[in-house]
């Protein structure tokens, strides 16, 4: 296998674009990389896009993107994993361009939400539907079941849970990107909308469209393009039980530490290696338990990892320094490649205010629906 | 909710019939062809026990469209005496009252309604056992 | 002989009083109650109907009567409120209790008898030999218009029995049924809520077949209502069944421990069924009951049946209606109730 590298990266601000359409926020962000990268040609390309087909009616979306960004005659497909669907393109490009394939390869993600009537119904269809679905959870519900049982079994504070979003809300204010760049206080959290108890409006990431995109070619290829290339030195994928309630331990998300086991066998690398990362924080109670999951903190004390600030920017581990999920915003098919672009920008030391100094060793995580996918890639300086 | 996917379930959702595993014990509900823990391709046909306890619950408060009318409404995850579990909703009951550890029992109630023509879904809710 | 082996009850956990409706049409709650002997009724619950009820009440009289379901041959459920028009309340019924499908199926109507009805055809189907066992339902969530006098009885409930020819705690000694055609009581097709014919639903309507049919059944059986030792009326309120039972020769203490509507409400299909329910909660062995159904349309269905020994056997094996009367209860507001059954147009 050879090594690969990102050259390249591209992001739309995430937000409620109105005026803008599925192909034009895909658009937007391909040619921001392209231009990144100062590619003259692409040789193929990935996109993660959870349904195009539930939000505006648009499936097929390989052809289609590729038709829009005029490459119409490239090799060109959509991958979906739920919401780890950007994730696991940026696994479907790895590979592609690891094995030989491919040389030039696009890496998109992108998710229209506000066009869509019931965006409820299309997210759910990420859980069990028969079985989940059917009997009236909603997607805020599965990760309530989840922290209601966490909280009994390892003491953890409402406090605790609401510190994950003013954390990730204060590195928002430092990203452009961002949906949202207001800072919030323990407060704001505790007194929003309940939605499933005990979580509320502050718990959960929002509704938002937006795009990323990277581009990857083979690490002896990479100065040709840029002086900074940042490696991609592991990636591990991990499933689990779709339906929550098949899971042996609801407080554990088992596809996650097995995915992060894989990434790092394959980086060579430990836990305490990793510098800086971006995870899954579709809800604040997800952070919590991936922070254990990926091994920073012992199980059970992802709370205090919190509290102590040390995932905060200046911490041991910065977490979410785009503001996460929940300050960044949620395009769904989006979010696992964003991640990626946030983890090239730290490396490459392109992350401004929001810089970690010393960034070596990146790592994404992202998952899909109650946990049932997970895909980590493990990135570093070249 | 199809009228042919709905009819095909009605074996889980009116009389809670799973697989049980051959060689392992494994209870899938629903029922399955692989086991996941031994990968056995033998089952048996079982009914799960009506009675259980509440594993995790939360209160819906944002419902889905069709749900709207109920909320607020408690969901929990029910593990069943002898073995399965299921999501289900927890009927006449106040949040207040549903604790983890609850003691329930299983009933029949309507899940939900396709509008005023379609068809009416009925399945399993949970009520608590004083 | 042949008789009923299991008997069984569902109410659902929600009440309303009648002050509570009484002080919403700005009526004096005191004046209703004295004068119609109601004091509160069941409201079902968003995710309760006909069926929900009926399976319920089936289950709890398969508990009594210690039977494979799947010996059950016949099911027949009573109802004016079938979630359906078209489409069976009993087919719901019989996949949920696994009795499907070696086994005959209708859905009957009759007003408030359709229950006794349902009964009356299960008798007779195990007394022909056509089936071993056969399930006779009568379920209801009747409706009363906003503001009408039926509001502050229409309530939800059912009860199911098992007729068959061996484990039986409750012999059948006779049957009649006494039929006209009298519109005292109808709701077209496409309408939400009944109407009636006021004071007419009384004399010509309810005393007028109830008490034919119980004179005409005690004379069949030779019995009179000293020979009785309990009977059980349709209660459309609390002051109609004490006129019957005095009509008849009863006396007051005779009908009590079926006289529930005061905090039931009528059940309609289960009224006088969870009447014969709770009554066979505190029947000795060797005692008789009489019970006298009355459907608007109008006809009533009577019978006699004499308790077994085998009743204290299996008495407890399931809830009884006076601790479904008195346990667990939710009291809702006018505005909580108009929301259950539907009246406020969305």
């Known amino acids: ?162 510190m994950v979003a003013v954390k990730n809300h204060k590195h928002g204010s430092l990203n452009p990107y961002a949906q949202f760049q207001s800072e919030i206080t323990i407060e704001t959290v505790l007194n929003s909308t309940l939605v499933a108890d005990p979580l509320r409006l502050m718990d959960c990431s929002p509704v938002t469209d937006g795009s990323a995109c990277v581009i990857l070619c083979p690490l ?3 100065k040709k393009y840029t002086d900074t290339p940042v490696k991609i030195i592991g990636s ?79 911490g041991r581990i910065p977490v979410n320094t785009s503001g996460g999920l929940k300050a960044k915003g949620h395009p769904v098919g989006a979010t696992g490649v964003a991640q990626a672009v946030e983890i090239f920008y730290q490396l490459q030391g392109r992350a401004d205010k929001r810089q970690v100094k010393n960034a070596r060793i990146g790592l994404t995580q992202n998952m899909g629906g109650s946990g049932a996918s997970s895909v980590v890639h493990i990135m570093e300086v070249a | 909710m199809t009228v042919p996917k709905y009819w095909r379930e009605i074996p889980q959702r009116y ?53 709207s009318f109920q909320a607020p409404y408690p969901v929990a995850i029910i593990e069943l005496d002898g073995g399965g579990r299921i999501t289900a909703q927890i009927a006449d009951a106040s949040p207040e009252e549903v604790e983890i550890g609850s003691r329930v029992r299983i009933v029949l109630r309507k899940i939900q309604e396709e509008g005023k023509d379609g068809i009416i879904c009925y399945g399993y809710k949970a009520v608590l056992e004083k | 002989m042949i008789g009923i082996c299991g008997y069984g009850s569902y109410l659902p956990r929600f009440r309303i009083k009648v002050d509570t409706i009484a002080k919403q ?21 968003l995710d309760e109907d006909t069926i929900t009820i009926a399976v319920e009440s089936a289950k709890n009289a398969l508990k009594r ?28 019924v019989a996949e949920a209790l696994g009795i499907t499908p070696d086994v005959h199926i209708a859905d009957f109507e009759f007003a408030c008898k359709a229950g006794t009805e349902a009964m009356f055809v299960a008798y007779s189907q195990v007394k022909a030999g056509v089936c071993k066992y056969a399930l006779a339902i009568g379920a209801d969530t009747s409706q009363g218009a906003p503001g009408d006098p039926l509001e502050y009885s229409a309530s939800a409930g059912g009860s199911a029995f098992i007729f068959g020819s061996e484990k039986i705690v409750a012999e059948v000694i006779e049957t009649y049924s006494f039929t006209t055609d009298t519109p005292d009581f109808w709701r077209r097709e496409h309408e939400f809520y ?3 014919g006021g004071r007419f639903t009384g004399e010509q309507a309810y005393f007028r077949h109830i008490i034919s049919a119980g004179k005409e059944i005690m004379k069949r059986a030779g019995l009179t209502a000293k020979d009785i030792d309990y ?52 029947a000795k062995p060797g005692q008789k009951i009489m019970l006298v159904s009355f459907g608007s349309g109008a006809g009533s269905d009577a019978f006699i049946f004499r308790v077994t020994e085998r009743i204290e056997e299996v008495r407890d094996l399931a809830p009884k209606v006076r601790d479904m009367l008195d346990g667990k209860k939710i009291y809702v507001d006018y505005g909580t109730y108009a929301k259950l059954r539907g009246k406020i147009i969305v």
């Open chain 1, 1 to 162: 296998m050879r090594e690969v590298a990102i050259i390249g990266a591209g992001i739309t601000k995430f937000g409620e674009h109105w005026r803008k359409s599925l192909r034009d926020i895909f658009v937007e962000s391909a040619l921001m990389a392209i231009k990144d990268a100062g590619v003259d040609h692409i040789d193929s390309m990935y996109v993660g896009c959870m349904s195009g087909g539930l939000f505006v009616a648009q499936e097929h979306l390989g052809a289609f993107f590729a038709d829009y960004l005029g490459q119409s005659s490239i090799p060109a497909v959509r991958v979906e994993s739920a919401c780890a669907s950007g994730g696991s393109a940026l696994r479907m490009g790895f590979i592609e361009v690891a094995s030989g394939l491919s040389d030039i390869v696009l890496v998109g993600g992108v998710e229209k939400m506000t066009d869509a009537e019931d965006v409820t119904f299309a997210l759910a269809t990420a859980a069990e539907q028969e079985y989940e679905v059917f009997h009236g959870i909603t997607f805020p519900g599965l990760y309530a079941l989840i922290a209601n049982a966490y909280m009994k079994k390892y003491g953890l504070t409402r406090e605790q849970l609401a």
């Open chain 1, 220 to 222: 002896e290829l990479a």
């Open chain 1, 236 to 314: 591990g994928m991990a499933t689990d039980t779709i339906a929550l309630h098949s899971r042996k331990d609801i407080t554990s998300l088992r596809a996650v530490s097995l995915s992060a086991e894989r990434a790092y066998k394959m980086a060579g690398i430990k836990p305490e290696d990793v510098d800086l990362a971006e995870v899954h924080d579709c809800f604040t109670i997800a952070e919590i338990i991936i922070t254990e999951e990926l091994g920073f903190v012992e199980k059970g004390k992802g709370g205090i990892l919190v509290e102590k600030g040390e995932t905060s920017l200046g």
């Open chain 2, 15 to 67: 009389r809670l019939e799973a697989g049980k595993c051959k060689k392992c014990g494994y209870i899938a509900f629903p029922p399955r062809q692989i086991c996941p823990e031994c990968k056995s391709q033998e089952f048996e046909t079982i009914r799960l026990s009506d009675k259980g306890k509440i594993i995790s619950y939360t209160i819906i408060r944002v419902p889905p469209k069709n749900f």
């Open chain 3, 25 to 45: 049409w700005g009526m004096d709650p005191e004046s209703i109650k004295k004068g119609l002997l109601l004091y509160e009724k069941t409201v079902p619950n």
């Open chain 3, 65 to 92: 009567a210690g039977i494979n379901p799947a010996e059950i041959g016949s099911v027949y459920v009573g109802s004016e409120s079938h979630p359906y028009v078209v489409k069976p309340t009993g087919t719901v």
């Open chain 3, 194 to 196: 009944p109407k009636h």
């Open chain 3, 231 to 282: 009977a059980v009326f349709h209660m459309p309120n609390g002051k109609f069944p004490q006129q019957a039972a005095k009509a008849l020769g009863f006396d007051l203490k005779q009908i009590e421990p079926g006289w529930i509507v005061p905090w039931m409400g009528n059940t309609y299909s289960g009224s006088s069924p969870t009447g014969l329910s709770a009554t066979l909660d505190i």
